[in-house]
């Protein structure tokens, strides 16, 4: 303390005689012992004296250590000593009292708070010294700074949150921070004093809110609600509201609300909503794909089930006949066999083709030839048991397994087969009869597997075909190197025209009467380098087996015709040209103009022309075979019927064909001169002949006796070697100079 004054003393003698001063100054003591307050006298800047309270607070050991002792140290440093001199001495120097807080120090340093109150002794004279009073404020400072800083902490957060804070006394609003004065456009202090129901858009929602949250602010709990707020423009924002009393016992205290804009939530919300709708029916769009996706992919799966088994029915069946194939036939064949091997047990294969189907092809269209060979399926599948196969290989093969059957089986089956041929088809407004050439093979004789057992029965029925066609024919070995011969037959038959392999020979045709050579008979003439002369009765049927009988035919009219012409153009006089027409060329529609074509390039008159036609011809189809043959009769054409007596012509056909003679087959004239059936036959034919008004003539006449008869019974031509044999052209130019000098002569 700056101000120090010594404690006025008195001296012992005066003391002890006054006793009324001694007990002053017990009491004195007394109140300095038991003050609760720090008490110190100081004097020339000494502690004189101090209370044990003073010498506590301050963390002396007694208040008697302190007597003596600078009061300097009771603050915590220099300046600070002579601040306090310098605020307290103005006021103590007027006898007043210093009253101030101040920072001291206690003995181990450390500094406190203390509420000085201090006064002069005398203050007329100074330096009596002064009296301090010292309270401890230290506890109570410390607590006023937390207060403090707790209120600007709070204030810092009111001011600063980033929520709308609003406190509400009777629904009117005592303050509101900034965030919210701006949350709703107000400027600051603007709201402060207003009712709350400025804030609301409406008297309903405002005493709604204020009928839900009064409960539960009076239970002390805390109110939460969203609530939509009006702004000072009127426009609206949403905010999410929590409101509490300050006391819950005292409505009238108020309440505290805060305030958060969730207008950007409410959007993000929506937003979220309206993406989950979006993506909702994205999955909704996308099941439904789905959805069609997987009956595409199911009835794809059931197309592709359809087409795999048309596939397998296509690649197993013959679409025409609904046959099994050659595929299914190996198939079934293989299993057959092997069952027949393990069992021990017989089985045929019965190769069937049926005779000159091409003929209906050619002659009245696929479209017929389709239907007959469906109807020719039908009745096959009629004829064999349950267990056999009927399979059509295309064209018109069938191949016929009949597992279990034996050598009798196949004959039975066979038999029945060319007994249900004779029945004729009615194929629209056709009647058609189509017999068919069978071979047939047995397991295990004639191969011990599908392929050599096919190709048995094959070679079989190639053997039926050239014995007339219309029959069946078991399998022997010998048959295959026949069936080699004809596959190479075929194959050089391919080549022969273009290498010019073929040519024609000529034979003559004598008038009995007269002797004159009144026409020759064209006859083809292969001459192959390696397979050496063929006879055209061996490769014929190759040929017409084959197709290569067209071009062939074609060849053979236009070098017969052109060498008739030349002839004649020497002024030689041949009579007519004799040509063999097979079947498969008359069964060609086109036959008549072809013909004609050609008689016109070569410049030879129709009548100059004979066809020689055989009895097959008119077989499978007659009313066409008529037809055909009025069409060639029109154009001027002679027709002659080959090998009569062979074929199958009854006498009520014959009447109708416009055939202009008969040519007897030579097998009925070999043996003339021996066999009497044979005269007998002859002359048949001859009387038929002339009742008909046809021309007769006798086919390979050997003898002198054989033409003697045939002159006797009317003949009028006959052919043969006797006469002449077939010759080359320039041959029978000088055949023919001869026999116009034998004439002469
Ligand atoms: P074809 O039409 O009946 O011809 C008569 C056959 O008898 C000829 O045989 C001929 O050489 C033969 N021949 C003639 N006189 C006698 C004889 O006195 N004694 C004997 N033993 N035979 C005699 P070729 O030339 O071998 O012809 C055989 C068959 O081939 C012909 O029989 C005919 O059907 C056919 N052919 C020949 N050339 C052609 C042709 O250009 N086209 C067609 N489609 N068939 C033909
Ligand atoms: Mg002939
Ligand atoms: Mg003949």
């Keep these: 303390m700056p101000l120090l004054h010594d404690t006025p003393g008195l001296p012992p003698s005066v003391a002890a005689s006054n006793t009324s001063l001694e007990r002053a100054l017990r009491e004195q003591q007394t109140l300095l012992d038991c003050a609760g307050a720090g008490i110190v006298f100081i004097r020339q800047r000494l502690v004189v004296r101090a209370n044990p309270r003073f010498a506590e607070i301050f963390g002396y050991p007694s208040h008697h250590s302190l007597s003596g002792q600078g009061s300097e140290s009771l603050y915590p440093n220099h300046n600070a000593f002579r601040e306090l001199g310098r605020a307290a001495y103005p006021v103590v120097s007027k006898g007043q009292t210093y009253r101030a807080e101040h920072l001291m120090r206690r003995s181990n340093g450390s500094l406190f708070w203390g509420r000085l109150t201090g006064t002069l002794i005398n203050p007329q004279d100074p330096a009596e010294g002064s009296i301090w009073i010292v309270d401890d404020i230290d506890v109570q400072k410390k607590a006023e700074t937390e207060l403090d800083t707790a209120l600007r902490e709070k204030q810092l957060l009111f001011d600063s949150a980033m929520i709308g804070i609003v406190f509400v006394r009777e629904r009117c609003l005592t303050r509101c921070n900034r965030h919210f004065e701006q949350m709703l456009g107000y400027e600051p202090g603007e709201l402060v004093g207003s009712l709350s129901r400025r804030c609301y858009q409406s008297d309903a929602q405002w005493e709604a809110v204020g009928r839900d949250s009064r409960p539960v602010l009076a239970q002390g709990l805390t109110f939460e609600g969203e609530i939509t707020l009006r702004k000072k423009d009127g426009t609206s924002v949403a905010c999410e509201v929590r409101g509490k009393a300050l006391d819950p016992e005292r409505p009238d205290s108020g309440s505290i609300w805060v305030s958060l804009d969730i207008t950007a939530r409410l959007h993000a919300q929506a937003e979220l909503v309206r993406v989950h709708e979006k993506l909702e029916q994205l999955v909704q769009d996308r099941t439904h794909q789905l959805r069609e996706t997987v009956e595409n992919l199911h009835r794809e799966i059931n197309d592709r089930r359809i087409d795999q088994e048309r596939i397998y029915w296509l690649a197993h069946y013959d679409p025409l006949t609904g046959l099994p194939n050659r595929a299914l036939l190996a198939e079934r064949s293989q299993e057959a066999i092997a069952l027949a091997r393990r069992d021990q047990s017989p089985l045929v294969v019965i190769f069937l083709d049926l005779d000159h189907f091409k003929h209906i092809n050619d002659s009245l269209g696929h479209r017929v030839g389709d239907a007959l060979l469906v109807a020719i399926a039908q009745r096959l599948r009629a004829v064999v048991r349950e267990k056999d196969t009927v399979s059509r290989l295309g064209g018109d093969e069938f191949i016929l397994l009949l597992p279990g059957a034996n050598a009798e089986g196949a004959r039975r089956v066979a038999d029945q087969w060319l007994e249900a041929s004779c029945q004729p088809y009615q194929i629209e407004h056709h009647e058609l009869t189509m017999a068919s050439s069978m071979g047939i093979a047995l397991y295990p004789e004639h191969g011990a597997d ?140 086109q036959l008549p103009e072809l013909i004609t074509r050609i008689l016109e390039e070569v410049g030879v008159a129709p009548n100059s022309l004979e066809l020689e036609l055989t009895e097959g011809v008119a077989m499978d189809d007659p009313r066409t075979a008529i037809a055909m043959m009025d069409q060639l009769h029109a154009l001027g054409i002679r027709l ?106």
């Design 450 to 589: 599908f392929d050599s057992l096919n190709q048995a029965a094959d070679v079989a029925m190639y053997r039926a075909k050239l014995s007339g066609r219309n029959t069946y024919c078991f399998f022997t070995p010998e048959m295959r190197a026949q069936s080699v011969r004809a596959l190479q037959l075929e194959n050089a038959l391919r080549r022969a025209l273009e290498r010019e392999q073929f040519t024609l020979h000529y034979q003559p045709q004598v008038c009995i009467d007269s002797g004159q050579v009144i026409g020759v008979e064209a006859l083809l003439r292969w001459q192959h380098p390696e397979l050496g002369a063929i006879s055209p009765a061996e490769f014929i049927p190759v040929a017409e087996d084959c197709g290569q009988i067209l071009p062939i035919g074609e060849w053979v009219l236009r070098q017969a015709l052109t060498q008739l012409q030349v002839w004649c153009a020497q002024g030689l006089i041949v009579g007519t040209m004799a040509v063999n027409l097979s079947a498969v060329q008359f069964r060609q529609t």
């Design 640 to 745: 002659s019927m080959d090998d009569f007596g062979t074929g199958y012509s009854s006498l009520s056909q014959l009447k109708r064909f416009p055939i202009y003679k008969l040519k007897i087959d030579q097998s009925f004239v070999r043996d003339l001169e021996e066999d009497a059936n044979d005269r007998a036959i002859v002359s048949a034919i001859i009387r038929m002949a002339q009742a008909l008004g046809m021309q007769t003539v006798a086919e390979g006449v050997e003898t002198a006796g054989q033409l003697a008869f045939l002159q006797q019974q009317g003949c009028n031509e006959v052919q043969g070697y006797y006469c002449g044999r077939p010759m080359p052209a320039a041959q029978l130019q000088e055949f023919l100079l001869k026999n116009l000098q034998k004439q002469g002569d």
